[in-house]
């Protein structure tokens, strides 16, 4: 119990650093990709934070598991380089693997949370907060007596007189080409705002002329208050608003594309597993090779598997693999390499003894 706990407690401290460190150097990097388009007028410099704090809520469940797999090469490996774990072999003490795998289990928990309910919601918000940036940026970018194109050229927006905070508007005049007609809207007053995903802008007191292209037939409408649904710029396509779906809710589906996401978020605590389950014997190192020995290695496989992953998601969403084999064949793989690095000295002892032609002791 005491060796446990003294095995339990350097990998928890090892990942609590390495976890900090991890969050600290993503942050970095999303807060410049997030600056740039900021500075470009893309996303207003209110809603940086914001976004820094959603996206590190829906990358969490990758973060997790790399740290996981580090802390524990890290850990292992200093006590392989102090020769503490060789003073237990020594003494009959193995290095608890059960344990160790256990406390993976118990992480994998965690991470289960984080992709099966936190991830998709932070997701969604952040769909959210993409239109409500693109509201903002599109008001903050209004000026009083120029015309503005809007919905990717499809448009041509004016206003007379803005208000000091940007919300209110007068003396409207809107042009738009939607489905073939061809549409004059002026009003005395405006306003934006952002339901769900959406974006509107909506008119009090104005009239509305509809007609065709080519022709000379015109509708017009007199109206108290109008709403317009805006092209919103940021919609992505089907698999990127796949992600932002609760996960009870692609149960309901039957679609490759949908089950393929299922899969995916059921494989990331799998994920945490094993990880940890190949960290223990990839850690076995001598004194010599010192504390960091195995990391870039354990960096290398950690990409590869998260990439194929990746990989697999994709050939299931295209049928390239049945969906029965979906990701879990990447899984499988990783596996086949977890038991041959655990009895690799049984496999070198009984491939020995085959290539001398001798019988292994029972």
């Known amino acids: ?208 002329y509809e007609g065709k292209e080519g022709t000379l037939e015109y509708v017009v409408t007199e109206f108290a208050e109008h709403t317009i649904k805006l092209p919103n710029p940021t919609a992505g396509a089907p698999q990127s608003r796949l992600i932002a779906v609760p996960t009870w809710e692609l149960w309901k589906a039957t679609d490759r594309a949908t089950l393929a996401e299922l899969q995916w978020r059921f494989s990331l605590p799998l994920t945490a597993i094993l990880l940890t389950a190949l960290a223990v014997p990839l850690s076995k190192t001598n004194p010599r090779q010192g504390q960091y020995a195995k990391l870039f290695t354990g960096i290398m496989i950690s990409l590869i598997y998260n990439n194929l992953l990746s990989i697999a998601q994709k050939w299931t969403e295209k049928g390239d693999v049945p969906m029965w084999l979906g990701v879990w064949w990447v899984h499988g793989v990783l596996l086949l390499i977890i038991l041959g690095l655990l009895y690799s000295p049984q496999i070198k002892t009984w491939w020995y003894l085959w290539r001398s032609g001798s019988k292994p002791l029972t």
Not at 110 to 129: D, H, R, V
Not at 164 to 193: C, H, P, W
Request: aromatic content about 12%; hydrophobic content about 50%; some cysteine.
């Open 1 to 208: 119990m005491i060796i446990r706990r003294y095995f339990f407690r350097e990998i928890l401290y090892t990942l609590l650093a390495l976890t900090g460190l991890l969050i600290l150097i993503y942050l970095s990097h999303r807060f410049m990709f997030y600056l740039v388009q900021a500075s470009t007028g893309l996303i207003p410099a209110g809603f940086i934070l914001q976004f820094l704090g959603l996206k590190l809520l829906s990358d969490m469940m990758v973060i997790l598991p790399l740290s996981l797999f580090l802390s524990i090469l890290l850990a292992l490996g200093r006590l392989y380089k102090d020769n503490e774990i060789t003073a237990l072999a020594a003494c009959g003490i193995p290095v608890p693997f059960s344990s160790i795998l256990g406390l993976g289990v118990g992480f994998a928990f965690i991470i289960g949370l984080f992709s099966l309910i936190i991830a998709p919601w932070a997701k969604s918000q952040i769909e959210i907060l993409k239109v409500q940036a693109s509201a903002v940026a599109e008001i903050t970018t209004i000026s009083a007596g120029r015309f503005k194109e809007f919905g990717q050229g499809n448009g041509i927006f004016y206003v007379e007189t803005l208000s000091s905070d940007n919300t209110r508007m007068e003396g409207i005049f809107v042009q738009a080409t939607m489905s073939g007609k061809q549409i004059i809207l002026t009003a005395r007053q405006g306003y934006q705002k952002v339901q769900g995903d959406a974006l509107f802008i909506v008119l009090s007191q104005g009239h509305r």
